[in-house]
């Protein structure tokens, strides 16, 4: 990866100006980074208001440590909680097969895992954007991207005018579905899991002590962490569906749920029947990309390199990716090269996260001998589960 990026204002020599199609995480990352570089920055977004949709987020290392770098990381740690430990159990008999505290890992890696509501971030994010002097444009549709000569824009409709925004370089953070991506000749679909996540938030049980617990079983798992400061639970069911299933953070009726997991644990049936409702969507990921970008139009966080949950990296590696491209526009003295740099110190690195998370898909939800095994490793691993992560940790 890149030298770390000096997050002090200054004149990069790549590039003055910048517009970022996409306001979630990755985008609003990406606009502080390099208007605290001294770049004037423009966000569209296409939702009328900035929003992420989801009940809870997981942050590791690697981007808290890139939050705290912003100045951002006591705003978040006073909302977010950072778990005891990760505990995963047999989600039938309930019974632990491996544990292990995030204290020395925190400590070994120099920033803190945390686990807050999805909606805390962007607002962070946003308000820290805007002090710093980032335009921000909601409710503005891309309609095309349009090269020139050393500048780049992205036109947009919005309220129903047509505008361009010009500038030295465009940023495509607009998602699995990125209408970025397609206008630089990237036609890859978003490839579907055969899963459906089912998320909600409850009021913490008093019996469940601030740990990120992983049930495993057959044909569905379920995570549980604390959020908002401890007083509440988020839970992630995660159930197999074949037929592919295009909705995005739709309600979710219950009756899926309790069928999949009728037959687990005590512990787990109670957690999943205290929800009044659920959020529900379809799984998707891309497969990784033979490029991110052409001349002065580059792509960041799921737009490049889309992911499913199953290492809670989805976040994480689009914080990444803003500083790498701050990185990379701070050490070029060209815009397009800078760029180039910029997806070649990223994209083998979240490739490999992308299938790792794919692999763990289906080690969560293995059944028989398979199982057997697997419960096997992850009893010898207590109290080192994390060590295996070390190469995205550590970054």
């Not at 939702?47 to 981007?63: C, D, F, I, T």
């Not at 409710?139 to 992205?154: I, N």
């Not at 760029?339 to 070649?344: D, Q």
């Given at each position: 990866m890149?030298?770390?990026?000096?997050?002090?204002?200054?004149?990069?020599?790549?590039?003055?100006?910048?517009?970022?199609?996409?306001?979630?995480?990755?985008?609003?990352?990406?606009?502080?980074?390099?208007?605290?570089?001294?770049?004037?920055?423009?966000?569209?977004?296409?939702?009328r208001?900035?929003?992420?949709?989801?009940?809870?987020?997981?942050?590791?290392?690697?981007?808290?440590?890139?939050?705290?770098?912003?100045?951002?990381?006591?705003?978040?740690?006073?909302?977010?909680?950072?778990?005891?430990?990760l505990?995963?159990r047999?989600?039938?008999?309930?019974g632990?097969?491996?544990?292990?505290?995030?204290?020395?890992?925190?400590?070994?890696?120099?920033?803190?895992?945390?686990?807050?509501?999805?909606?805390?971030?962007?607002?962070?994010?946003?308000?820290?954007?805007?002090?710093?002097?980032?335009?921000?444009?909601?409710?503005?549709?891309?309609?095309?991207?349009?090269?020139?000569?050393?500048?780049?824009?992205?036109?947009?409709?919005?309220?129903?005018?047509?505008?361009?925004?010009?500038?030295?370089?465009?940023?495509g953070?607009?998602?699995?579905?990125?209408?970025?991506?397609?206008h630089?000749?990237?036609?890859?679909?978003?490839?579907?899991?055969?899963?459906?996540?089912?998320?909600?938030?409850?009021?913490?049980?008093?019996?469940?002590?601030p740990?990120?617990?992983?049930?495993?079983?057959?044909?569905?798992?379920?995570?549980?962490?604390?959020v908002?400061?401890?007083?509440?639970?988020?839970l992630?069911?995660?159930?197999?569906?074949?037929?592919?299933?295009?909705?995005?953070?739709?309600?979710?009726?219950?009756?899926?749920?309790?069928?999949?997991?009728?037959?687990?644990?005590?512990?787990?049936?109670?957690?999943?029947?205290?929800?009044?409702?659920?959020?529900?969507?379809?799984?998707?990921?891309?497969?990784?990309?033979?490029?991110?970008?052409?001349?002065?139009?580059?792509l960041?966080?799921?737009?490049?390199?889309?992911?499913l949950?199953?290492?809670?990296?989805?976040?994480?590696?689009?914080?990444?990716?803003?500083?790498?491209?701050?990185?990379?526009?701070?050490?070029?003295?060209?815009?397009?090269?800078?760029?180039?740099?910029?997806?070649?110190?990223?994209r083998y690195?979240?490739?490999?996260?992308?299938q790792?998370?794919?692999?763990?898909?289906?080690?969560?939800?293995?059944?028989?001998?398979?199982?057997?095994?697997?419960?096997?490793v992850?009893?010898?691993?207590?109290?080192?589960?994390?060590?295996?992560?070390?190469?995205?940790?550590?970054?």
């Amino acid at each position: 990866m890149s030298a770390p990026l000096p997050f002090r204002p200054h004149t990069t020599a790549a590039a003055r100006s910048a517009v970022i199609v996409g306001g979630g995480i990755g985008g609003l990352a990406c606009a502080l980074v390099l208007r605290r570089m001294g770049l004037a920055v423009q966000v569209v977004e296409q939702a009328r208001k900035l929003r992420e949709v989801g009940a809870g987020l997981q942050l590791s290392p690697n981007a808290t440590r890139i939050l705290r770098d912003l100045g951002l990381l006591p705003a978040l740690e006073a909302v977010a909680v950072a778990p005891r430990a990760l505990e995963v159990r047999d989600g039938r008999t309930g019974g632990t097969l491996a544990r292990t505290d995030y204290a020395p890992a925190a400590e070994r890696f120099g920033a803190p895992f945390l686990g807050g509501h999805r909606a805390d971030l962007p607002g962070i994010l946003a308000e820290a954007a805007q002090e710093a002097g980032c335009a921000i444009a909601v409710g503005a549709s891309l309609t095309a991207v349009e090269p020139g000569s050393g500048t780049v824009r992205a036109v947009v409709q919005q309220g129903g005018d047509l505008i361009a925004h010009g500038a030295d370089i465009l940023v495509g953070a607009d998602g699995v579905r990125s209408a970025v991506r397609s206008h630089i000749g990237l036609r890859q679909a978003p490839v579907y899991s055969r899963r459906l996540a089912y998320r909600a938030t409850i009021d913490a049980p008093e019996e469940h002590p601030p740990e990120v617990r992983l049930h495993l079983g057959r044909d569905a798992h379920l995570v549980t962490y604390p959020v908002k400061g401890g007083k509440q639970l988020n839970l992630v069911a995660i159930v197999r569906e074949t037929r592919p299933v295009a909705r995005w953070n739709a309600p979710g009726e219950g009756a899926p749920v309790h069928a999949a997991f009728a037959g687990w644990s005590d512990d787990v049936r109670r957690l999943l029947e205290r929800p009044g409702h659920f959020l529900c969507w379809g799984l998707y990921d891309i497969d990784p990309l033979p490029r991110w970008g052409s001349g002065r139009i580059t792509l960041l966080g799921d737009a490049a390199h889309a992911m499913l949950p199953f290492l809670a990296q989805g976040a994480a590696q689009a914080i990444e990716d803003a500083a790498a491209l701050g990185a990379a526009l701070a050490q070029e003295t060209d815009a397009a090269s800078a760029l180039r740099a910029y997806e070649a110190a990223r994209r083998y690195h979240t490739a490999q996260i992308q299938q790792a998370a794919r692999r763990n898909g289906g080690i969560y939800h293995l059944s028989g001998p398979a199982r057997i095994a697997r419960d096997l490793v992850l009893r010898r691993a207590t109290g080192a589960l994390l060590d295996r992560y070390d190469w995205i940790y550590s970054r």
